[in-house]
C-alpha cells in the first residue's frame, strides 16, 4: 500500500509539472546549462478585453461550455490552425502548427510567477530571469521563457532543487488577462512549442497574436 501511494504522489507530481508546459506536447531542444532558481515577487495583472466575435466553427462548444471563445485574428507565416476543443479541466486549447512547430492558445489559465503552489512547495521555484513584463495593447502582460527541462520532471517531487534545470529553449509563453462581453476576467496563454528545428516563434509575433485577440475597447462605449 505505501509504495502504492509513493507511486500516485509521484504520478500526481509530474502531471502537475506537464501542465506548467499548459500542453501534452513535449518538444525537444539543445540541453542549457544548469541555472539557480530565484523568488520573484508577484504582481497585480492588468486586464483587457478579449475579440469574441470571430468564433471557428469547432470554437461553438467551447462558446457553450465556457460561456465565451477567442480566437486571434494574426497567427504568425506558415502556421495553421489545427484544432480547438475543451480538455478534462474545462480549459480551451486551440492548436495552430507548422510542420512539427506548435502554437498552443489556452484559457482559462492561472499565471504563478514563482510557480504552481505545488512546485513552489517542493522548492522549485522559476527562475526569475525567465519571467518579464510586456506590454499587450497598453495592458501588462508576462513573457516566461523556458520550462523545467524533461530530466527534471522525469526526476520526480524526489528530486534536489539544487539539481533542477530549468531549459530556456523549451518553450516561449505569453500570458495575460482579458476580459469577455459579460466582464469575466480570464487568464490566456499562448505557447510556442518548437518542433524538429528547435525555432520559437519570436517574442513580438507572439505579443502580435495576444494583441490581436484584444478587442477595440472603443467599440464597446
Keep these: 500500500m505505501r509504495l502504492q501511494a509513493v507511486r500516485t504522489q509521484a504520478a500526481r507530481w509530474v502531471v502537475i509539472a506537464l501542465i506548467g508546459l499548459i500542453s501534452i506536447f513535449v518538444a525537444c531542444s539543445p540541453e542549457p546549462q544548469p541555472q539557480p532558481t530565484k523568488q520573484v515577487e508577484t504582481t497585480k495583472p492588468t486586464n483587457a478585453a478579449c475579440n469574441t466575435e470571430l468564433e471557428l466553427h469547432d470554437l461553438k462548444s467551447i462558446s457553450a461550455s465556457l460561456g ?104 516561449l509563453t505569453i500570458y495575460f488577462d482579458c476580459e469577455t462581453d459579460q466582464s469575466e476576467v480570464v487568464g490566456v496563454a499562448i505557447q510556442s512549442i518548437p518542433g524538429d528545428t528547435g525555432d520559437l516563434i519570436s517574442e513580438a509575433d507572439l505579443i502580435q497574436v495576444a494583441s490581436s485577440m484584444l478587442r477595440d475597447q472603443s467599440s464597446t462605449q
Design 68 to 171: 465565451y471563445a477567442f480566437e486571434p485574428t494574426f497567427i504568425p507565416e506558415g502556421f495553421e490552425h489545427s484544432s480547438a476543443s475543451l480538455d478534462r479541466r474545462q480549459r480551451a486549447n486551440l492548436v495552430y502548427r507548422n510542420g512539427q512547430g506548435i502554437m498552443l492558445i489556452a484559457y482559462p489559465v492561472t499565471f504563478y510567477k514563482q510557480g504552481s503552489p505545488t512546485m513552489v512547495e517542493l522548492r522549485l521555484l522559476q527562475p526569475a530571469d525567465a519571467i518579464s513584463e510586456v506590454n499587450i495593447g497598453g495592458s501588462v502582460g508576462n513573457v516566461m521563457r523556458g520550462s523545467w527541462s524533461e530530466r527534471t520532471i522525469l526526476a520526480g517531487p524526489g528530486i534536489n532543487p539544487a539539481d533542477a534545470m530549468w531549459d530556456y529553449l523549451r518553450s
